[in-house]
């Protein structure tokens, strides 16, 4: 029942991709030249933050870091400006953020991460600081700020999950390491869930993390998911870290880091996940059930 206004660079090609809507329309933003169109920021009720370039899909190269890094930082920026210009009418901002702030699982694992916990020194860690910060301003000019830091999203459309896919089309399925190292996922539906129950709810106010409040281990995940598409008949394959260091470079530190946290804060509030248990979240993703 809402109208969406989507920030687009190219707004009449990304329109022909999307398809026609009457309830979606498109606007254009140029990030790079600090442009953006202020009738989009001014018929705002709110406005939801998810730009930025992806993290895994390239080498981490100094130039790629950077890129990473500035596209949600400056991206930011423009909004913090634009709002504070237009932005009369808007009450409440929606930030992504990541689980990226964490480290990795202590040894004993007993203690997921919760949000007061700090960030992580290094790259990830200190991208999703700097992330956090740049949209921070907007609470100066009275709205109500929700920041969400999301665990690894699956989804048929994009994501983890059809790099999860991708062995098993040879009935193969890749245990990534040691396989024990646990990972804090989120259904698409859930996570689109989540931004909406922002929106609408005035008592969230904050950071949140958005995961599913079961994490499991990169085997477990990936036994579930074998198992759905094919029952028992598939192989099971370690692929060891060496292998993963070798092909991704200082990405495959964060393919193989445990992170397990805590969806507590977000469900004190009255949310619930339609998808807790990744059994049901696989079901739902490989054949709708």
């Known amino acids: 029942g809402y109208r969406v206004i989507i920030l687009s660079r190219d707004p009449v090609s990304a329109e022909k991709k999307f398809g026609q809507n ?10 790079e030249k600090q442009t953006i169109d202020a009738n989009a920021i001014a018929e705002a009720d709110a406005l939801v933050h998810l730009a930025g370039a ?14 990473s890094r500035d596209s949600r930082v400056e991206s930011s920026r423009l909004l913090v400006d634009a ?10 901002v929606v ?5 990226g702030w964490y480290g990795a699982d ?22 999703c600081r700097d992330w956090e910060n740049s949209i921070k301003p907007v609470t ?16 048929n459309s994009g994501g983890a999950l059809p790099e999860f896919k991708k062995p098993l089309a040879f009935r193969v399925a890749g245990v990534l390491g040691s396989g024990k190292q646990m990972v804090s996922w989120i259904h698409i539906k859930d996570l689109c869930a989540m931004f909406r129950y922002a929106i609408e709810h005035q008592n ?3 950071i949140y993390n958005a995961a599913a409040p079961n994490p499991v281990s990169n085997k477990e995940l990936t036994l579930a998911l074998a198992k759905r598409m094919y029952g028992n008949g598939f192989l ?32 004190q509030t009255g949310f619930s996940f339609e998808f807790p248990h990744i059994e049901k979240a696989i079901a739902n993703l490989v054949d709708g059930k």
């Not at 100066?140 to 989804?155: H, M, N, P």
Request: glycine share 8%; proline share 5%; aromatic share 8%.
């Open 83 to 92: 709002i504070s210009r237009y932005g009369s009418k808007l009450t409440t």
């Open 236 to 267: 099971t394959m370690p692929v060891p870290s060496f292998m993963l260091r070798l092909m991704m470079g200082e990405r495959s530190v964060e393919v193989l880091k445990s992170t397990s946290v805590s969806a507590g804060k977000i469900l």
């Open 22 to 31: 009457e309830r979606v329309r498109f606007a254009e933003w140029d990030i």
């Open 106 to 127: 202590s040894q004993d694992n007993t203690r997921p991460f919760t949000e007061e916990m700090p960030f992580a020194p290094g790259f990830l860690g200190e991208t």
């Open 95 to 99: 930030s992504a953020s990541a689980i």
């Open 204 to 206: 969230v106010q904050g």
């Open 54 to 67: 992806g993290v895994v899909e390239k080498p981490w190269t100094t130039a790629y870091k950077k890129l």
């Open 140 to 155: 100066e000019f009275g709205k109500r700020l929700v920041i969400c830091r999301i665990g690894i999203v699956l989804s």
